[in-house]
């Protein structure tokens, strides 16, 4: 069973910085994507950002310009900076990786809980 390690989330007042990381025991050359999803009760799960294997980053209209997601091929991690927080960001925030054979993975799950 592959799992996903999360860290990072917390509690910021709005205008605040977060980074969240995820690390995934898997070879590289297994993956395909990696991303960040974030749900809040009642809600379905909603992508924030995706970034593919080979470097093309893909974000919801909501975080664009303010957060940024990256990777770290040689430690198979993968970061979201998350700048100029809202409190509409809070959310239980899960990171996900999926793999050349087109399996998906999920993390834990990190909170991030944003003051107004």
């Known amino acids: 069973q592959v799992q996903l390690v999360e860290s990072g989330g917390g509690l910021v007042q709005a205008g605040g910085s977060l980074r969240l990381s995820c690390a995934a025991p898997?070879?590289?050359?297994?993956?395909?994507?990696m991303g960040w999803y974030r749900q809040t009760p009642g809600k379905q799960r909603e992508l924030v950002a995706t970034?593919?294997?080979?470097?093309?980053?893909n974000y919801a209209d909501s975080v664009k310009g303010r957060f940024t997601i990256s990777r770290d091929n040689a430690k198979n991690t993968v970061y979201l900076q998350m700048n100029n927080l809202k409190p509409e960001d809070t959310a239980v925030y899960y990171c996900?990786?999926?793999?050349?054979?087109?399996?998906?993975?999920w993390g834990q799950g990190t909170q991030v809980t944003v003051s107004s």
């Open positions: 996900n990786v999926v793999t050349i054979s087109t399996i998906s993975y």
């Open positions: 898997i070879r590289i050359f297994s993956i395909n994507a």
């Open positions: 970034i593919t294997i080979g470097g093309s980053t």
